[in-house]
């Protein structure tokens, strides 16, 4: 599941989060609700301050920008290394 990498990144940033699952055998993924968060109907969506944030190379950026010991800074040289694993 593409949600795991981003729950293991929050557990390992110690980032407080809660997790509401989507019930993909009733395919709520593609409910009015979930598309009103993630227009795609993909899972998984990370609900932010600034609003959902979706696909998980997306997730996982906002979350290195904001808690920057998970990921190279965006100055740093080793930025473009760390970014060919996403």
């Given at each position: 599941n593409a949600?795991?990498?981003v729950r293991l990144t929050l557990e390992q940033g110690?980032?407080?989060?809660?997790?509401?699952?989507?019930?993909?055998?009733?395919?709520a993924q593609?409910?009015?609700?979930?598309?009103a968060l993630n227009p795609k109907g993909l899972i998984p969506t990370l609900e932010t301050p600034e609003?959902?944030?979706f696909e998980t190379g997306a997730i996982l950026l906002w979350l290195a920008d904001r808690h920057?010991?998970?990921f190279?800074?965006?100055a740093s040289p080793a930025r473009g290394k760390a970014l060919k694993w996403f």
């Open positions: 949600s795991l990498i110690q980032i407080p989060y809660e997790t509401r699952l989507v019930d993909r055998r009733a395919k593609r409910g009015a609700a979930y598309r609003g959902p944030i920057g010991e998970l190279p800074a965006p």
